[in-house]
């Protein structure tokens, strides 16, 4: 179900003439075609079964975009965290990584958020050569990446509950807007709400 999801909507925007990630426009089409996924459709059991078996990885590189599924360690203690995670990896550390989780953004400041992260990439293929340039430095000197301050966690490989699911270049816009995020301890509106708090700070 999940790897044909991506690839009915791939398929359906090649021929509609989008080209993936190439233009605002094109990226704004994607968008609109996975935020009408049924949720059900994007669940995390099925995304990690049925995506294809050769997107699994063992560990991740800073610039890609992965999804996983994760048992935060300080469940208890947290207000909430994103048991299914959808992230740009930015710094490796011992045991772990942080990362840009995206599902921590509404929906409106997510695309922007993307948007911006896009003057990043480090060729304009969309192809398995294509990540973003990336790092706490770049994003925290830059104003038109202020909006990823909520989104960066930090994650144990120990906690790491399934391979890391690599999400092609060509795909980005698609695993953004899929109602995949499995919040956990509050719901999305709220954890939404402490974001924009965050950012107008």
């Not at 089409?29 to 049925?50: C, T």
């Not at 490989?157 to 980005?172: A, G, L, T």
Request: aromatic share 12%; proline share 4%; hydrophobic share 40%.
């Amino acid at each position: 179900m999940a790897a044909k999801l991506f690839d009915d909507i791939l398929l359906k925007g090649v021929r509609s003439g989008q080209a993936p990630g190439k233009t605002k426009a094109s990226r704004e089409w994607y968008r609109k075609q996975a935020a009408g996924v049924d949720k059900a459709a994007a669940k995390d059991e099925a995304l990690v079964k049925e995506m294809k078996q050769d997107r699994g990885r063992t560990t991740v590189k800073v610039g890609n975009m992965y999804m996983f599924k994760y048992d935060a360690k300080h469940k208890d203690t947290l207000p909430y965290y994103d048991a299914f995670p959808l992230i740009f990896p930015i710094n490796r550390v011992t045991g772990g990584f942080y990362g840009i989780n995206m599902h921590y953004l509404p929906p409106a400041l997510r695309a922007k958020l993307m948007d911006a992260l896009y003057s990043t990439v480090t060729n304009k293929k969309y192809d398995d050569t294509t990540r973003m340039k990336l790092s706490y430095d770049v994003l925290s000197s830059a104003a038109k990446f202020k909006m990823f301050s909520p989104c960066i966690k930090r994650y144990l490989n120990s906690q790491v509950q399934s391979r890391f699911i690599y999400v092609e270049p060509s795909e980005w816009d698609i695993a953004l807007f899929l109602p995949s995020a499995q919040f956990i301890g509050a719901s999305k509106q709220k954890v939404w709400a402490d974001s924009r708090k965050t950012i107008k700070g």
